[in-house]
């Protein structure tokens, strides 16, 4: 397969960073053999280019996640955290997680039906959790290398940017902790 034909598989920071390293192993750029975009992902991640928000928005999954897929070193995994600041990492470091409380039963099913849409086009899959009727937990981890990836990255961020109706207390109680923080 050509190269110019890996640009619907892989994402351009993927492709820009295998240009990179082929070109400092001394092969030409038109040798550059396509790679799964699990491979891409790794080399991606380890060389640290996907660090901010707007990087981790334009990522494309791929359904890259399975057994081969690396996990995120702690060190690297929380250097990029801070692109993500609704979510936490669980106290055993295998897994992210959101919670919020939409403005009603409806809110929180749309919230449901759109992170259905973007894990499906991603082929990855979070743990999705209602409670009380409005109250929303999130919880993704790659459960194929029982931690966490750089897919599960990208798809918070991907979730984090769907449109969701808070509850009013919840938003409220929210941003007046945010700006207390600093």
């Not at 991640?45 to 990087?55: F, H, I, L």
């Not at 890259?64 to 600041?85: F, N, S």
């Not at 109250?135 to 029982?146: D, F, I, K, P, Y």
């Not at 979730?159 to 941003?175: N, Q």
Request: overall charge negative; glycine content about 8%; hydrophobic content about 45%.
């Amino acid at each position: 397969e050509e190269f110019g034909a890996a640009t619907t598989r892989t994402r351009a920071p993927t492709l820009l960073l295998v240009a990179r390293l082929a070109v400092g192993q001394g092969r030409p750029m038109s040798g550059i053999p396509t790679m799964p975009p699990a491979a891409a992902a790794q080399m991606a991640y380890s060389a640290g280019d996907v660090t901010t928000r707007d990087e981790l928005l334009a990522c494309k999954i791929g359904g890259c996640c399975g057994k081969d897929t690396p996990l995120l070193p702690m060190d690297v995994l929380t250097a990029r955290m801070p692109a993500l600041p609704q979510w936490s990492i669980s106290a055993d470091g295998k897994a992210i997680s959101k919670e919020f409380v939409a403005k009603n039963w409806g809110a929180a099913l749309s919230f449901f039906n759109l992170a259905s849409e973007i894990a499906e086009a991603e082929g990855h899959h979070p743990d999705l959790h209602l409670t009380n009727y409005r109250e929303v937990r999130v919880v993704l981890s790659t459960h194929a290398v029982g931690g966490l990836t750089l897919p599960d990255l990208v798809l918070a961020a991907k979730l984090d940017a769907l449109p969701v109706e808070y509850s009013p207390k919840w938003l409220r109680e929210h941003e007046a902790a945010a700006s207390a923080a600093g």
